[in-house]
T-cell receptor, first 110, second 117 residues
Framework: LAKTTQPISMDSYEGQEVNITCSHN???????ITWYQQFPSQGPRFIIQGYKTKVTNEVASLFIPADRKSSTLSLPRVSLSDTAVYYCLGRASGNTPLVFGKGTRLSVIA | GAVVSQHPSWVICKSGTSVKIECRSLDFQATTMFWYRQFPKQSLMLMAT?????????EQGVEKDKFLINHASLTLSTLTVTSAHPEDSSFYIC?????????????FGPGTRLTVL
């Protein structure tokens, strides 16, 4: 499993786009990059997953460069309800569990 | 779809008692479930991997005799904290692996907050 490094915290104003970058220098060839969101006293919620290039869904976009040593989660026009901890994880497909790093605590300010 | 529930959502118990936490996959079959523990302001820590019909695999440092895991069916795994002590107070989260077309996903339960007095 790839070890990931993220900023500990970020602040943003409402309506801005937020980009959270994660480093995973030793990612394995078969590892996917997955991002989860966690609110206080709740279980993590899947946001987005990708292998390379760009993936977009109704919640976020994920950018993964060709070398796959980093990835950027992009949240468009954040609101106060986006205040949460965001985890970047690398994992292989199959039966391997997700191993969480420290995550990035995003605070959205009005 | 892909909903995971936990019961109870919170529990308070006296030191020395045992507490059972249930994790259910409501609308899919989960051959593998995972148990995590999370202390305040910290990240999730994997405790064990639970496979249906077989013994759980525990992470290093997790006492298997203290944290009993049973995965008796494809939709239910239980974690029993035996002889609980105040240091076992934590947020316990389970997840279930669901094989979707083209990808594997882990879906998390809402968590169970255990407080041991």
């Amino acid at each position: 499993l790839a070890k990931t490094t993220q900023p500990i915290s970020m602040d943003s104003y409402e309506g801005q786009e937020v980009n959270i970058t994660c480093s995973h220098n030793n990612i394995a060839t078969n590892d996917y990059i997955t991002w989860y969101q966690q609110f206080p006293s709740q279980g993590p919620r899947f946001i987005i997953q990708g292998y390379k290039t760009k993936v977009t869904n109704e919640v976020a976009s994920l950018f993964i460069p060709a070398d796959r040593k980093s990835s950027t989660l992009s949240l468009p026009r954040v609101s106060l309800s986006d205040t949460a901890v965001y985890y970047c994880l690398g994992r292989a497909s199959g039966n391997t569990p997700l191993v969480f790093g420290k995550g990035t605590r995003l605070s959205v300010i009005a | 779809g892909a909903v995971v529930s936990q019961h109870p959502s919170w529990v308070i118990c006296k030191s020395g008692t045992s507490v059972k936490i249930e994790c259910r996959s409501l609308d899919f079959q989960a051959t593998t479930m995972f148990w995590y523990r999370q202390f305040p302001k910290q990240s999730l820590m994997l405790m064990a991997t639970s496979n249906e019909g077989s013994k759980a695999t525990y992470e290093q440092g997790v006492e298997k005799d203290k944290f009993l895991i049973n995965h008796a069916s494809l939709t239910l795994s239980t974690l029993t904290v035996t002889s609980a002590h105040p240091e076992d107070s934590s947020f316990y989260i389970c997840s279930a692996r669901h094989r979707l077309a083209g990808a594997d996903e882990q879906f998390f339960g809402p968590g169970t907050r255990l407080t041991v007095l």
